[in-house]
């Protein structure tokens, strides 16, 4: 993603490196030179001047706005906290912030102190937005918090109006229950071409988000681990995943035409909407209904609690914290199997269990049987 900034009219970029990590550039302006000094300083500032000037270029930013919420909703846009966001996230953000300043964009700040008002407001933009879809109301509501919030701690307002207040989500569906079986694995696998039967093989083997699959890079396979930054943790989370026999036959014979991993069938790396289209259109041709790429991640949970991995196992190969196992879990991908109930029912039949305390035949034996007669 790529856009026009407050930093004297500065141009800034997202760049996925070969390893997968996320760099951002600055330049003077769009096809301009690269500026090296850090934005906001001194250097900065007089590096995208004069660049300017030397192409007759504006050397001043536009005219902020009036204390109005589009300064903030801008201020936030221009920030450290936005630009360390992931570049899907900032993309959302992006889109957000367009609909969020077209609607309020010219409201005085001074409003917002007016909390019940405010917030009222506020509330009915988003109920309003619920419409259309209700994923894409909180998701919205969440980033006006967000930008309300970060003004709040910069002083620039001194009421969040839309902290609680007793708005709660109105998304709540989960993924738990959506899980693929093994006849829909087959049947896709069946009608997947070979670079969508890796990606596919890929997910089961590691449980990894699709955008953390889309930048793997062969750099990160040594034949035997593969080494994984998840990008929705800006990289600080990193997965050692030992690789199945069966992933390390389908990587091995796999012809690199990339450093990417995973490309479509002209050797070009995947784009996250590419990649989606030809998913569904696989699963239509497969006659796969009701279950996404990312259920595949909530498969394998699954697969590993049947199996009776620990907790902490999960953890460790999904990338989610100790303290996030239990709630996003449980919440998001574990789906009630059956099995998982028989299996728990077959620890009860062994050494940990109650047989050596409760044995049947004591039922049937002396007193006891007119001790039950009485009570019935």
């Not at 550039?25 to 690269?34: E, M, S, T, V």
């Not at 509501?141 to 309300?148: E, H, Q, S």
């Not at 069938?265 to 990312?294: E, L, N, S, Y």
């Not at 914290?321 to 728990?344: G, K």
Request: hydrophobic letters at 40%; charged letters at 25%; glycine letters at 8%.
């Amino acid at each position: 993603m790529a856009r026009p900034t407050k930093n004297g009219g500065a141009f800034r970029t997202n760049k996925t490196l070969a390893d997968g990590s996320v760099q951002t550039y600055w330049y003077a302006y769009r096809g301009g030179p690269r500026i090296e000094a850090p934005p906001g300083s001194r250097a900065f500032k007089d590096a995208v001047k004069a660049a300017q000037r030397e192409q007759g270029k504006p050397v001043e930013p536009k005219p902020q706005a009036a204390r109005t919420l589009q300064r903030l909703i801008d201020g936030y846009l221009d920030s450290p906290e936005f630009s360390s966001r992931a570049p899907r996230t900032q993309s959302d953000y992006a889109k957000l912030a367009k609909l969020l300043g077209k609607e309020f964009g010219a409201l005085p700040i001074v409003a917002l102190e007016t909390e019940g008002k405010a917030r009222a407001a506020f509330v009915r933009w988003r109920n309003h937005l619920a419409k259309s879809s209700l994923r894409q109301a909180d998701y919205a509501w969440t980033f006006l918090n967000i930008v309300l919030n970060w003004a709040k701690a910069l002083g620039d307002i001194k009421v969040n109006p839309c902290r609680e207040g007793g708005v709660k989500k109105l998304y709540t569906d989960t993924r738990k229950d959506k899980i693929w079986s093994e006849e829909q694995i087959r049947a896709f696998a069946s009608k997947a071409s070979p670079e969508l039967l890796l990606a596919m093989t890929l997910a089961l083997a590691t449980a990894q988000r699709q955008g953390d699959l889309l930048g793997l890079t062969w750099r990160a396979y040594d034949g035997r681990e593969l080494k994984i930054a998840q990008g929705k943790s800006r990289g600080k989370i990193k997965v050692t995943i030992p690789v199945t026999d069966w992933l390390r036959t389908m990587l091995d014979a796999t012809p690199r035409k990339s450093p990417i991993m995973l490309v479509n069938q002209d050797g070009i790396p995947w784009t996250p909407d590419g990649f989606r289209v030809m998913w569904r259109k696989t699963c239509v041709r497969a006659g796969v209904k009701g279950v996404t790429f990312h259920d595949l991640r909530g498969t394998v949970v699954t697969r590993l609690a049947i199996a009776g991995a620990s907790e902490a196992e999960i953890a460790t190969l999904t990338g989610h914290t100790l303290a996030q196992v239990r709630s996003i879990l449980d919440a998001n991908y574990l789906h009630r199997d059956p099995r998982l109930a028989r299996s728990a029912v077959a620890r009860l039949e062994g050494d940990n269990g109650f047989a050596n305390c409760l044995q049947p035949i004591d039922l049937i034996e002396g007193e006891k049987v007119g001790l039950l007669n009485k009570a019935q």
